[in-house]
Nanobody
Framework: QVTLVESGGGLVQPGGSLRLSCLAS????????MGWYRQAPGLQRELVAR?????LTTYADSVKGRFSISRDKDTMYLQMSSLKLEDAAVYYC??????????WGQGTPVTVSP
């Protein structure tokens, strides 16, 4: 059973930066395209970035140029810069574009506030 643990969230001012991490209990990143998702209150969870097994990356238009996804053997990262109020959400990692219901972790909350 794969376990994903997200960390690195917190409170940041608009324009600030954060780096999120996703630690996997098994070496899955070489086998699956992975992604970072986010869910803001009252909204559906959305995929904001993904990285393939060959490290090709794609981004949602809303974060393009500001977020960067990367990974090493067991950890995936999301470097977030120039954060906006609308980036506030709980961030999760999972397979992409079809996440596994069994892989959802607790997420890590990101709060963007002046």
């Amino acid at each position: 059973q794969v376990t994903l643990v997200e960390s690195g969230g917190g409170l940041v001012q608009p324009g600030g930066s954060l780096r999120l991490s996703c630690l996997a209990s098994e070496s899955i990143f070489a086998d699956y395209t992975m992604g970072w998702y986010r869910q803001a209150p009252g909204l559906q969870r959305e995929l904001v970035a993904r990285i393939t097994t060959s490290r090709l990356t794609t981004y949602a238009d809303s974060v393009k140029g500001r977020f960067s996804i990367s990974r090493d053997k067991d950890t995936m990262y999301l470097q977030m810069s120039s954060l906006k109020l609308e980036d506030a959400a709980v961030y999760y990692c999972n397979r992409a574009p079809l996440p596994s219901d069994r892989w959802w972790g607790q997420g890590t909350p990101v709060t963007v506030s002046p």
